[in-house]
């Protein structure tokens, strides 16, 4: 199966900027769509951005404008590049991938990463 990685979490101030990786590695038929999603203490997983395996981007309306979402499929990673932070973008990332698994019958896994924290404060 596939197993996600995030890194790049970290402090940093409003204004500020961070950019977080996502690495894939395992086995699987293949990668299908993938995302980040965000949880702040005390509310609800929410979604932030998804891409496809051709490049479509989504985006909440919350980040429009300032996060990108963006893959390289040759290295198997995902990233999201954060600019002009906020400190409600204060959160747990978390990677999301769509999995075609390689055994058959085939089926889509569901794949999240550990998660990174993301704290934006003076």
């Known amino acids: 199966q596939v197993q996600l990685v995030e890194s790049g979490g970290g402090l940093v101030q409003p204004g500020g900027s961070l950019r977080l990786s996502c690495a894939a590695s395992?086995?699987?038929?293949?990668?299908?769509?993938m995302g980040w999603y965000r949880q702040a203490p005390g509310k609800e997983r929410e979604l932030v951005a998804t891409i496809t395996s051709s490049g479509t981007t989504n985006y909440t309306d919350s980040v429009k404008g300032r996060f990108t979402i963006f893959r390289d499929n040759a290295s198997h990673r995902v990233y999201l590049q954060m600019n002009s932070l906020k400190p409600e973008d204060t959160a747990v990332y978390y990677c999301h991938a769509d999995v075609l698994t390689l055994r058959l019958p085939r089926r889509l896994d569901k794949v999240w990463g550990q998660g990174t924290l993301v704290t934006v404060s003076s």
């Open positions: 395992g086995t699987a038929f293949s990668i299908n769509d």
